[in-house]
């Protein structure tokens, strides 16, 4: 009967256990999807991170070509590097330069009209002359040389140089951009196992409130039934003769065991003799229909 499950607690005790089931379940969907969500938030964080570091490992390549025209200076500064040292290297280049041929020729053409003019073309000083004006053409066409191939060095230095900052520099960001985005990883996959392992908390503290509740409601539906006992028999204690601070009436034992009891003063007491009874008579079932 629903009074009797409300008076003894089981309806409140019931709704008590399917209230904590229900937040239990409330918290464990919530936790669940919390732990996707924060799944799905560490992935983007690293793809985002891996995706600046691609970036920034093609801003560095890129950055790096615009270097690349020096580097090939360099490179021909390399290849040419011989000529510093080696004297057939310059003479092969003199032999090739028609600079040299042409200063050559201007040098002879001035050293012979002034010997001429002078009337020692054949003369030993003129033709000293003659044999000076190569080194004197040749020397600072070497030099220039020398210096153009020291150049295309420093520059190719500077270029290769400066590419290697750049890609150290690359690395460098992508490292600490890796260092950041796992240190974003864990915090956030920390943050999410934290809150995962609240709520969990919480649908365990909802599932013990309900049976605390439960074991509550029970209890106070004991107290109620015996609370009720107690009135009724406070209500029924004055018909026997009893009930707090009342003395027995006259005739009756107070309510000790093994007593007469007289109920009714006025009425004389019963005789319960048993021995006085008619006996039954067995003899008599066969005078039934169906009987022996």
Known sequence: MGFVRHLTGKTAARGAERAGDVQQ???????????????????????????????????????????????????????????????????????????????????????????????????????????????????????????????????????????????????????????????NQANLAMGNQATVGNLLGSAAAAQAAGIVGAANAKGAGASSILNIGSQLAGSLMPSFGGGQGVAPPTGTSGGIPGTQLNVVPSAPPMNLNLSSQPVFDSSAWGKFPGGT
């Open 25 to 183: 379940a409330a918290a464990e969907d919530i936790a669940a999807q919390t732990d996707v969500i924060g799944q799905e938030q560490v992935a983007r964080v690293g793809a985002a991170g891996q995706q600046a570091g691609v970036d920034i490992g093609a801003a560095g390549q890129q950055a790096g070509a615009l270097f690349d025209p020096f580097a090939q200076l360099g490179q021909q500064g390399i290849d040419q590097a011989g000529f510093l040292t080696d004297p057939n290297a310059q003479f092969d280049f003199l032999q090739n330069n028609p600079l040299f041929q042409m200063g050559l020729d201007n040098a002879n053409t001035q050293t012979n009209q002034m010997a001429a003019a002078r009337g020692r073309l054949t003369a030993g000083d003129t033709l000293q002359q003659l044999s000076q004006n190569a080194l004197l053409t040749a020397s600072p066409l070497i030099e220039q040389q020398k210096q153009a191939i020291q150049n295309q060095l420093s520059m190719g230095q500077s270029a290769a140089a400066n590419q290697a900052n750049l890609l150290t520099g690359t690395a460098g960001q992508q490292a600490n951009l890796l260092t950041g985005t796992a240190g």
